[in-house]
């Protein structure tokens, strides 16, 4: 067996080791896909998604090479890796792998676009000398009804060990939401369901916490169900027409 040294690279994540920690980057790679789909030379863009454009499978919209179109999108779930602040976006372009339209390749281009301007990015995991944090909180949210096609709202969530994220997602759900109530809990079971699996692999590492794992929901409505001892159906919504 031959000692290679310290970790440097692996399956196109770079690893660095500062005084503060280790740096974890997919510099090179991103690199390489902005260069494979000839993006390496576009204009930057600050945000990832153009929220004032909404994604459909309009019928009327020109479709796209679907092998191009989903080798572009799957080069972006793998940067996806080290980049929590594209998880979104990726999610989203990710739904029309099947039939891909014109409008669909401009918003994945977009993506390249911003992790053109955004390259640099990555995860920081600091030490116990730059960060004495090393408690677990996680943060759930959705949206509601985000998808006029099915009614379908969209989870988010990440978890934070001290000061760094260790896992995070962007899924649509699978069930309608009748309110934002519902939506929002929804996304808390599943933020919950995640939390448990890791206090599980924390406990498998031998890593404890230095407080109980947090939770962290910005609607009150949800959190109130959540802390009842019943269950209660009793839910108010009002029908949003597309």
């Keep these: 067996m031959t000692d290679l040294g310290k970790l440097s690279y692996f399956l ?65 779930r793998y940067v996806c890796n080290t980049r929590p602040d594209i998880a979104y976006g990726v999610g989203l372009v990710s739904r029309y792998m099947e039939t891909p339209k014109q409008s669909h390749l401009l918003a994945v281009k977009r993506l390249l676009k911003y992790v053109k301007g955004t390259i640099g990015y990555g995860l920081m995991f600091p030490n116990k000398f730059s960060s004495p944090n090393h408690n677990m909180v996680g943060y759930s949210d959705a949206d509601w009804c985000g998808d006029k096609a099915d009614r379908k709202s969209t989870t988010g969530y990440v978890f934070m060990l001290g000061d760094a994220p260790i896992s995070w997602c962007s899924r649509k759900q699978s069930v309608v939401a009748l309110s934002s109530c519902e939506a929002e809990y929804i996304a808390a079971s599943m933020g919950a369901c995640q939390a448990l699996w890791l206090e599980t692999l924390l406990e498998e590492l031998k890593t404890e916490t230095e407080e109980g794992m947090l939770l962290m929901v910005d609607n009150k409505s949800a959190i109130n169900l959540a802390k009842s001892a019943e269950l209660k159906f009793q839910l108010s919504f009002t029908y949003l027409v597309p």
């Design 12 to 76: 196109g994540i770079e690893f660095k080791e500062t005084k503060g920690g280790i740096f974890m980057h997919q510099s090179k790679y991103t690199t390489d896909v902005l260069e494979r789909f000839q993006m390496l030379n576009c204009n930057p863009v600050s945000t990832p998604v153009d929220t004032g454009n909404t994604l459909d499978k309009s019928e009327g919209d020109q479709m796209v090479d679907k092998t191009l179109y989903r080798q572009m999108v799957g080069s972006l």
